[in-house]
């Protein structure tokens, strides 16, 4: 079966950095997003990996590792308004995103 | 570029009365339309797919009688809500993906749906 395992909440200080760990289980793989979804309204795009290795945007990196079947999200420099939940979608062998419930991340001040 | 708008919004209507919510691809071609439903603190979960001038392809336990999807241009895509019940009160949001690559789905804001 398709599967994905993400601590369901954490907490974070703002200005401090958090990592969010992925573990997947799809049918083929044809890589992996991380969306950030806010209450209350649509996800938005974070990051899309396809290789191994570290991918780096501004505050927000992601990094992939296929043959462990792994992924994080490393956040830096946390802002108040990153609170949100964070969702690790891979995308199976027929292009299908495989959506969990994601990790609720709470910033604190 | 890659905006996709979705109307209305929100929307309050009556049980055993119908809704109908646009999905619009703004400035790329959608070959290929997603539909899901979200309830409150749940994961996403695709109801259907969607391709230009074909049926829609439902995911198991979604009522096609029920959600009809039409899929009529290249830049819209409408899902109807038929006779509506409170049950079917949740976040229905789109997602449309360009016909010049496979991967990246765009998403609309979604609709928020009250069924009284």
């Known amino acids: 079966g398709q599967n994905i395992d993400q601590p369901t909440e954490m907490t974070a200080t703002e200005g401090a950095i958090v990592q969010i760990n992925c573990t997947y289980q799809t049918s083929g793989f044809n890589g992996l997003f991380w969306y950030q979804q806010h209450a209350g309204e649509a996800p938005t795009f974070l990051s899309y990996n396809v290789l191994d290795g570290l991918e780096e945007k501004g505050r927000f990196s992601s990094f992939l590792s296929r043959s462990k079947g792994y992924s994080y999200l490393l956040l830096k420099e946390l802002q108040m308004k990153d609170s949100a939940s964070y969702l690790c979608?891979?995308?199976?062998?027929?292009?299908?995103?495989?959506w969990g419930a994601g990790t609720k991340l709470i910033i604190k001040p | 570029g890659a905006v996709v708008s979705q109307h209305p919004s929100w929307v309050i209507c009556k049980s055993g009365t119908s809704v109908k919510i646009e999905c619009r691809s703004l400035?790329?071609?959608?070959?290929?339309m997603f539909w899901y439903r979200q309830f409150p603190k749940q994961s996403l979960m695709l109801m259907a797919t969607s391709n230009e001038g074909s049926k829609a392809t439902y995911e198991q336990g979604v009522e096609k009688d029920k959600f009809l999807i039409n899929h009529a241009s290249l830049t819209l895509s409408t899902l109807t809500v038929t006779s509506a019940h409170p049950e079917d009160s949740s976040f229905y949001i789109c997602?449309?993906?360009?016909?010049?690559?496979?991967?990246?789905?765009?998403f609309g804001p979604g609709t928020r749906l009250t069924v009284t």
């Open positions: 997602s449309a993906r360009d016909g010049r690559d496979h991967y990246e789905q765009y």
């Open positions: 979608v891979p995308m199976d062998s027929n292009y299908q995103l495989i």
């Open positions: 400035d790329f071609q959608a070959t290929t």
